[in-house]
Structure formats: structure tokens, C-alpha cells
């Protein structure tokens, strides 16, 4: 009996022991700070690791977390310069930096970001019309950035960007945007459909004109060929003839050469001349010249008379007078 309440005694000791060392023994863990006070008044800021706390005088005033924090506000509404009601909601992206100034600045410090953030949104959109706020996002992001900033310094906040999450125009604003974009849309489609039908019709004139100029090209090579055919024919031709007349004085040259090498006799002369009348005297000719060399030849009056029956009577013989 007096065993067990031995144990019972030494492990409630034991546990108001680790009780109390819990209490004591505090660990920050990172991206945390806390912020202590000294019998209600502020004494330090623990950062990262282990620390010892004094019981019942010393205690955690606030645990604050030291990473970016993000902050989602809802839709505020806002009137630009031109008298025109939009909603617009925001984006903050803050971090603490500042412990201390942050647990003592300012009483709910959510709360007071969120109303000096519409605040100056409506400053900044004031000054605004309403299609100056719409393409502005950039500008007027920089400016709340800055203000709030400045302003959050004494808070121990650090304001690191502010965005424009939705702009919203009343109703009829929107209508009349749809319109305007409808109809530049429009405007646009026309314009291009103008530039399509424009490069169109250029490409078909230049086709055209290419085609044109290889037509022109092909005729002109054509007749250029047909002439250097038409003069090659004709040189071919010229030639031929040429070699032709050759080859005929050749043969007429050859045939004096030999008659001249047999050394023929006045009877020969006598036959052939006879026989160049009967072939002059075809029966086409109206007036035939005898030689006076052929004259006395026997058979000349047989061979006249053959001729005179059957031709033209009106064809006359001239009888040559022989050389003195």
C-alpha cells in the first residue's frame, strides 16, 4: 500500500515537473516570431529556435508569421471622373516584417489594410475616367503599391504588390462596351477581308503580267528560232546550187577538155552543130538563125522541110550571111 502511494505520488510529480518544463521551454519554428511581454509590458521578440519563458511573469503576447501573406478584399465601389459607378475588388500581397510594431501599431491590422486600401482606391479612381481606369490597371496598381505602403510602414507591414482583380461597370456600360468592341471587331473583319481582296488581285495582276512576259518571251524565242532555221535552209539551199553550178561547170569543163584532147575533125563540128539546130529548132521558135557553117550540109533541105511542115508557116528562117 504504502508502495503504490509512493508511485502515484512520484508520477504526479513527474508529470507537474513536465508540465511546468512545457511551459517553460518554447520553440519558434521558422518563418515565426513571437513576441513577448514581461508582466504585461513588451520585453523581446523570439526568432527561430529554443527558448526559456518565465513562468506567470512572462507570456507569448502574439505568434506572428513571417511569410508573404496574400489578402483577397471584396469588391468596393468606386466612381471615376465621368460620374460612372464600377465595382473593383483587390489583391494584396503583403509580408510582416516588424514584430513588435505590428502587435502594438495598430489594433486589427487586417481590418485597417482593408480600409485604407478602398480608400485609396477611390482617391485614385477619382481622378480617372472611365476608359482611363479601364486600360490603367498597371498605373494605378503602382500608385496603391506605393501609398500603402508608406502608410504601413508604422505597422511593421512591408505592402510588396497590389492587383486590380476585377473591374466591373454597371450594366449599361458593359452593353455599350460589347457594341463598341462588336463593332471595331467589325471594322477590323472589313479591313482585312479590303487587304485579303487587295494582295489578291495584286498577285493575280502580277501573275498576269509574268504570264504576259513569258508568252512574249516564248514568241520572240520562236521567231528567233524560225529566222536561224529560215537562214540555215537558205544557206543549205545556196549551197547546194552553188555546189550544183560547180559541179555542172565541172562537167561542161571535163567535156571541153576531152573534145579538145581527141582533136575533133570540121565533119564532127559540122554534125553537132547540126544536131544544136534541130534541138533550137523545137518547133517553139518563130525565127531561127542557121549557122553559114551548116548551110551546105547534105540533108539540111530534108531536115528544114520536116521542121516548115510541121510548125508554124509564119515562122521564119534568117539565113546568117557567112564572115568575110
Known amino acids: 500500500m504504502d508502495y503504490l502511494i509512493t508511485t ?20 519558434v519554428p521558422q518563418s515565426r516570431a513571437y513576441v513577448i511581454e514581461w508582466l504585461g509590458a513588451f520585453r523581446t521578440v523570439w526568432g527561430v529556435g529554443v527558448h526559456f519563458k518565465v513562468p506567470i511573469v512572462e507570456r507569448v503576447a502574439k505568434n506572428v508569421s513571417l511569410k508573404e501573406q496574400v489578402v483577397d478584399f471584396p469588391p468596393q465601389p468606386v466612381i471615376t471622373k465621368d460620374n460612372v459607378t464600377m465595382q473593383i475588388d483587390t489583391v494584396i ?14 489594433e486589427n491590422p487586417m481590418s485597417a489594410i482593408e480600409n485604407l ?17 479601364l486600360t490603367s ?19 511593421g507591414i512591408k505592402v510588396n504588390r497590389v492587383e486590380l482583380k476585377n473591374i466591373i461597370p454597371p450594366r449599361d ?4 462596351m460589347e457594341k463598341q468592341m462588336r463593332a471595331e471587331r467589325e471594322r477590323r ?24 512576259i513569258l508568252r512574249a518571251d516564248a514568241a ?17 539551199e545556196a549551197e547546194a546550187e552553188a555546189e550544183a553550178i560547180l559541179k555542172v561547170q565541172q562537167a561542161t569543163a571535163d567535156a571541153i577538155r576531152l573534145i579538145n584532147e581527141a582533136a575533133p575533125g570540121d565533119g564532127v563540128i559540122k554534125i553537132k552543130a547540126l544536131e544544136a539546130f534541130t534541138a533550137a529548132a523545137n518547133g517553139k521558135a518563130t525565127k531561127i538563125i ?12 530534108a531536115g528544114a522541110k520536116t521542121i516548115f511542115d510541121t510548125e508554124d508557116p509564119k515562122a521564119t528562117i534568117t539565113k546568117t550571111v557567112p564572115k568575110q
Open 220 to 236: 520572240k524565242q520562236a521567231a528567233i528560232l524560225q529566222a536561224e532555221g529560215s537562214k540555215q535552209a537558205k544557206i543549205l
Open 189 to 212: 473583319e472589313a479591313i482585312l477581308q479590303a487587304q485579303g481582296q487587295k494582295q489578291s488581285q495584286i498577285l493575280v495582276a502580277e501573275g498576269e503580267k509574268q504570264s504576259a
Open 117 to 133: 486600401t478602398a480608400t485609396t482606391l477611390r482617391n485614385i479612381i477619382g481622378d480617372l475616367e472611365l476608359d482611363q481606369s
Open 93 to 106: 500581397y503583403f509580408q510582416i516584417t516588424d514584430p513588435k510594431l505590428y502587435t502594438y501599431g495598430v
Open 290 to 301: 542557121i549557122p553559114s557553117e551548116i548551110q551546105g550540109l547534105a540533108g539540111l533541105a
Open 173 to 176: 456600360i458593359q452593353e455599350s
Open 137 to 155: 490597371r498597371d498605373h494605378i496598381n503602382a500608385q496603391m503599391r506605393s501609398i500603402l505602403d508608406e502608410a504601413t510602414d508604422s505597422w
Open 8 to 27: 502515484i505520488v512520484v508520477i504526479v510529480i513527474a508529470l507537474i515537473f513536465f508540465a511546468i518544463l512545457a511551459s517553460i521551454v518554447r520553440i
